[in-house]
């Protein structure tokens, strides 16, 4: 599917769309996105910041996303864990960056080629538009080539 298209999609997911998640941009080799969670009367906390759920929510299926279309068909990818470290209250709209270099997409490769499975973190940054740091959030991924695709090796 095409990035754009996917987008889109994602844009009208009811849990982004309903909580004003929008991803704002998907690179066409899914190699980079950008999100942004939009503060609401409707998506606020108790004191009138960005509720944490939210945060976790628009950063929660990205690195599983673009290592799936990075990696292809032949790779099983899961999420396997996540934290988030609530730094400072977001009293404004906040955003998220995903990056995934080529280098860590072969790295991946490597280390599954023989059927092993791994276990890779990576680490978000939930920021205000000015850089003030909201929220870390790290996703553990799982990886592993699937039966068929090694028996082809």
Known sequence: MRAST???????????????????????DYREAKVVLRLRPWNRNYVRSQFGG???????PF???LA???L?????????AGTIDFVAPGYEDVYA???LEPAVVDELRAATAGGEKVLRWFETEV???????????????????????????
């Open 6 to 28: 996917f987008r889109r999609l994602l844009n009208l997911w009811p849990p982004f769309l309903i909580n004003a998640i929008r991803v704002q941009s998907l690179s066409d």
């Open 54 to 60: 939210n945060l976790f929510a628009m950063v929660d």
């Open 63 to 65: 690195w599983m996303l």
């Open 68 to 70: 799936m279309h990075q």
């Open 72 to 80: 292809g068909s032949d790779y099983y990818v899961w999420d396997k």
């Open 97 to 99: 960056h995903f990056r």
């Open 127 to 153: 920021t205000t538009a000015s850089g003030k740091v909201i929220a870390v959030v790290r996703k553990q991924l799982y990886v592993r080539l699937k039966p068929k695709a090694r028996a082809a090796a």
